[in-house]
């Protein structure tokens, strides 16, 4: 049975994890915008996370997780292996995939909580392709914030957004983006689905193209299990799919935040039964 090393798997803040593996056929030709399914065990839920970051040479794969119900409590028990690592999935960043295309194009990055973990390696290929973007990124406090100094070091310039301005701005990243919003050509959105919508009401007034992930909608992130429908330009689309990304004024928002309530008792039920299955381990 083929099973993966895993070199580290440590806690970032109060919910969230950085996991790093080693996935050589997984990084080979992974790109920027697509993401990968774990499983803990062998009977353990398929689990859809962004590639965060990647090393071709050493094949090494890193990810960033927020533990939001049973079965991402459940990875913060790996240690040194995984069961399983299914990717590439998904399609890339489009802005990624042919970054000549866009030479010379003003770009901005929102992110939103751990929405960061996807921008991050979109900007960072952007960079080595001759492309510098800005980023805007928000969170509820500056626990929350993440991977600031990687961040940092790769992007043009960066703002912070709190909503209780323990950091940066006090607001929203949509504050920051309207005093600036004609700075740029391209905004690419990535995070909680309200921010995203918020995001493409303000640039839609401009007219500035929007790409959004709709990846908080998956669920098993094979195409099978239908969780992450939604509606672009009036057709059924699934995330894990035809996306993650698509264009933010072709999205129906109100759809997608009603789909992310179907399964809130069943999580939440699933949730207490893992908690009791994990308290009688040892992490």
């Given amino acids: ?23 050589p056929l997984v990084v080979k030709n992974c790109m920027p915008g697509q993401f990968v399914i774990l499983m ?3 009977d353990s839920e398929r689990i859809p996370l962004t590639i965060y970051d990647f090393d071709r040479k050493k094949g090494l794969l890193k990810v960033i997780y927020q533990v939001i119900g049973g079965s991402t409590e459940e990875l913060t028990y790996v240690k040194d292996e995984i069961f399983s690592v299914s990717g590439p999935l998904g399609n890339a960043n489009e802005i990624c995939a042919d970054p000549k295309k866009y030479l010379g194009k003003r770009i901005c990055y929102i992110a939103g909580g751990v929405g960061i973990a996807p921008v991050y390696p979109q900007v960072k290929y952007l960079k080595e392709n001759g ?9 509820r406090n500056v626990e929350l914030l993440l991977i600031r100094d990687e961040c940092e070091k790769i992007v043009n310039k960066i703002s912070y957004a709190t909503d209780d301005g323990s950091y940066g701005t006090k607001g929203f990243v949509t504050d920051i983006l309207k005093e600036r919003i004609n700075d ?19 640039t839609k007034k401009f007219g500035i193209d929007t ?9 098993d992130g094979s195409g099978m299990c239908g969780a992450c429908r939604c509606e672009v330009d009036g ?17 129906d928002f109100d759809l997608a935040l009603k789909r992310m309530k ?7 039920e699933k949730w207490e039964m893992m908690k009791k299955k994990l308290s009688k381990e040892k992490r």
């Fill in 235 to 251: 057709k059924p689309r699934f995330a894990c799919i035809h996306g993650p990304e698509f264009d933010g004024f072709k999205v």
């Fill in 1 to 23: 049975m083929i099973v993966y090393k895993v070199l580290y798997n440590k806690q970032l803040n109060k919910d969230s994890w950085e996991m790093e593996i080693k996935a």
């Fill in 184 to 202: 740029y050509d391209i905004v690419v959105a990535i995070g909680p689905v309200i921010m995203m919508k918020n995001v493409v009401a303000l």
């Fill in 40 to 42: 803990a065990k062998e």
């Fill in 131 to 139: 492309i510098d973007c800005d980023v805007i990124y928000g969170a």
């Fill in 262 to 268: 179907i399964y809130h008792e069943e999580e939440a």
């Fill in 211 to 219: 790409i959004v992930s709709m990846n908080p909608l998956m669920v």
